[in-house]
C-alpha cells in the first residue's frame, strides 16, 4: 500500500519535523503546503489519502477544508487547543492532537488508520473492479487497451466524488494522468478511442442490453462523460455499489 500524505502548515520546524518521521515509513509520499486553499486546490490534480492540519496557523479556510476531505481522507489535525474545538468541527477530524504533540506519533496515527482502511476498501473494491471490468468487457473494451484502465479510474473517482463529473476536464483527467505519468489530453483521447473503437464494432449494442437503457441517443455514439456518468447509475442503482458507505 502506497498513498498520498498532505502537511498543511507554514511552521517551517514542524513540517521538518513531520518530513523526518514520514522518512521512517517510506510507503507515505509526503507534501507540504501553507495553507487549506493550497491543499484544496492540490486535491484538483493529484490524489489525496490523508491530511494532517496545523490548526494553531489559524487558517480561516481550516474548518472548511476538513468539512470537504473529510469524506475521502483521513484527517488529522494537530495544534488544538485545550478548550477543544467545536462538535462541527471534531466531526470532521478522525484524529486531534494537542499542542506540542510528537509527529512520529501523528504519522504513526495516520499510518494505522490507512491500512486498516485499505484492508476494508480492498474487499470491497475486489468485487466493484469485477463489475466494472465485467461491463467494459461486454462494451468490448479490451484490458490491453490503455482507455480501459482510465475509464475504469474514472468510474472509481465519481463513485468516490460525485462532485468531479461535472468537469472530467479540470477534476479527473489531470489526476489520471498523474497517476499514469501521461496528460489530461492523452487520458480523454484514450477514453474517447476506446468508446469509439467498441461502438465501430457493435459491442456497445451488447452493453446497452445488459444496461437496460438507452446509451444517450442510440444513433449516436455515447460522449466520454455520457458513459462514465451511466456506469455509475448503474453500479450504484443496480449493483448496489457505493465506496463511500
Not at 162 to 178: D, G, M, Q, W
Amino acid at each position: 500500500m502506497h498513498y498520498h500524505l498532505v502537511l498543511v502548515t507554514d511552521n517551517e520546524a514542524l513540517s521538518q519535523s513531520f518530513r523526518c518521521a514520514c522518512k521512517e515509513l517510506p510507503r507515505i509520499t509526503l507534501v507540504t503546503v501553507k495553507h487549506c486553499i493550497d491543499a484544496f486546490n492540490l486535491s484538483g490534480v493529484s490524489p489525496v489519502d490523508a491530511v494532517i492540519i496545523d490548526f494553531a496557523a489559524g487558517d480561516p479556510f481550516c474548518s472548511s477544508y476538513l468539512r470537504y476531505i473529510a469524506p475521502r481522507a483521513v484527517t488529522a489535525v494537530v495544534g488544538v487547543p485545550e478548550s477543544g474545538v467545536s462538535e462541527v468541527f471534531a466531526a470532521a477530524c478522525n484524529l486531534c492532537y494537542p499542542a506540542g504533540c510528537n509527529p512520529a506519533k501523528v504519522v504513526a496515527d495516520v499510518d494505522a488508520a490507512m491500512r486498516y482502511l485499505s484492508v476494508a476498501a480492498n474487499q470491497k473494491d475486489h468485487s466493484l473492479q469485477n463489475t466494472i471490468c465485467d461491463l467494459f468487457l461486454t462494451a468490448g473494451i479490451s484490458p490491453h487497451n490503455k482507455g480501459f484502465r482510465f475509464l475504469n479510474e474514472a468510474v472509481m473517482i465519481g463513485l468516490k466524488e460525485p462532485r468531479a463529473l461535472a468537469n472530467l476536464s479540470k477534476l479527473v483527467y489531470p489526476r489520471i494522468a498523474f497517476k499514469y505519468n501521461t496528460t489530461p489530453t492523452g487520458v480523454e483521447r484514450a477514453i474517447r478511442f476506446a468508446i469509439e473503437s467498441a461502438w465501430n464494432r457493435g459491442h456497445m449494442e451488447r452493453l446497452r442490453k445488459k444496461l437496460g437503457t438507452a446509451l444517450g441517443d442510440d444513433r449516436l455514439k455515447p460522449t466520454n462523460s455520457e458513459l462514465i456518468a451511466l456506469l455509475i447509475y448503474k453500479l450504484e442503482a443496480d449493483y448496489a455499489f457505493s465506496v463511500n458507505s
